[in-house]
C-alpha cells in the first residue's frame, strides 16, 4: 500500500503563495501521471493540475498562469506551487498518484488551503 502525505497547506491571504507537497512511500520514477485536485465548501471535486510520466502539465483554466505542478524524483515528492491565491482557490487540496503498472490509484488525505485577508 503506498502512502501519500501531502503538507504545505494553510491560511495565506489573496495574493500570497503557498506550495503544497506530495511525498509518496514508494519511487515515483514509474508513474502513470501525478495531479492535484481540490474541493471547495458545496463544490464536487475538481482537477487542478496533472502531470504525465513524460513531464507534461495541464491546468484548469482557473489556475492556468498562477499555478506549476512538477516533481522530484529523487525526494518521490509532487508540488504545486501556487501563486497570486485568490479566495475561490479556497479548498481542501488533494494529490493523486496513479503507479504503473497495474494503474494503482493513490490518494493522500488532503491538506486546507484558506485564502482571506
Known amino acids: 500500500q503506498v502512502q501519500l502525505v501531502e503538507s504545505g497547506g494553510g491560511l495565506v491571504q489573496p495574493g500570497g503563495s503557498l506550495r503544497l507537497s506530495c511525498a509518496a512511500s514508494e519511487s515515483i520514477l514509474s508513474i502513470n501521471h501525478a495531479g492535484w485536485y481540490r474541493q471547495g465548501p458545496g463544490k464536487q471535486r475538481e482537477l487542478v493540475a496533472i502531470?504525465?510520466?513524460?513531464?507534461?502539465?495541464n491546468y484548469a483554466d482557473s489556475v492556468k498562469g498562477r499555478f506549476t505542478i512538477s516533481r522530484d524524483n529523487a525526494k518521490n515528492t509532487v508540488y504545486l506551487q501556487m501563486n497570486s491565491l485568490k479566495p475561490e482557490d479556497t479548498a481542501v487540496y488533494y494529490c493523486?498518484?496513479?503507479?504503473?503498472?497495474?494503474?494503482?490509484?493513490?490518494w493522500g488525505q488532503g491538506t486546507q488551503v484558506t485564502v482571506s485577508s
Open positions: 502531470i504525465t510520466a513524460g513531464g507534461s502539465t
Open positions: 493523486n498518484v496513479v503507479f504503473t503498472p497495474g494503474y494503482r490509484d493513490y
